[in-house]
């Protein structure tokens, strides 16, 4: 058999990575069922794509796949919850698509208050600690991006004073002539 010519299809397909040809396969045969059937495509690509990667962190990290699915665990069980509640609401009780554009919107805004609720209630239940960690994480990132108070006395007020940052986060550098 002859190998495919540089510009055909075959031969670029064959150099695409395996986890874009597994994407563009689910996505052409479920393309017939419209755009659910596309997104489902997506969405069992993705977790074919996060199955391949946890087995390529097992086999070439030696990171033990029990370790791995331990932390997966609690996080996958509580987006499967939070589907199984949603999935139903909006199909019927909301139905936000079949809304006009501010109703549909604030229907959606509900949807995802309520989602982010489900998840983070059964994530504490399944991993207690978890919300606590992410709190201090989002305080430290919220810290990290305010600048700091030798930077606020230096920032002016009009005046047309440049402050240029520095390689830290949140300090101020000074200029050249000032060093």
């Known amino acids: 058999m002859r190998p495919p010519r540089p510009h055909s299809l075959a031969f670029r397909l064959a150099r695409l990575p395996t986890s874009t040809k597994m994407f563009l396969i689910l996505t052409a045969a479920l393309l017939p069922l419209g755009l659910i059937g596309v997104c489902v495509g997506i969405s069992i690509g993705a977790v074919i794509r996060a199955l391949y990667a ?54 959606l805004s509900i949807e995802g208050a309520l989602g982010l609720a489900v998840y983070a209630g059964i994530l504490h239940v399944l991993m207690p600690g978890a919300l606590a960690e992410l709190r201090g994480l989002l305080g430290k990132l919220r810290r990290r991006s305010q600048p700091s108070d030798d930077v606020r006395e230096h920032q002016p007020h009009g005046g047309g004073e440049l402050v240029t940052r520095g390689p830290a986060l949140g300090r101020a550098a000074p200029r050249p002539e000032q060093s």
Not at 58 to 66: E, K
Not at 71 to 95: D, H, K, N, T, W
């Open 54 to 107: 946890l087995r390529r962190a097992h086999v070439v990290m030696r990171f033990p796949l029990t370790n791995l699915l331990g932390a997966i665990r609690p996080p996958l069980l509580a987006g499967v919850v939070m589907v199984s509640v949603l999935l139903p609401l909006e199909a019927f009780v909301f139905q936000a698509g079949d809304r006009s554009t501010l109703p549909g919107l604030l229907l």
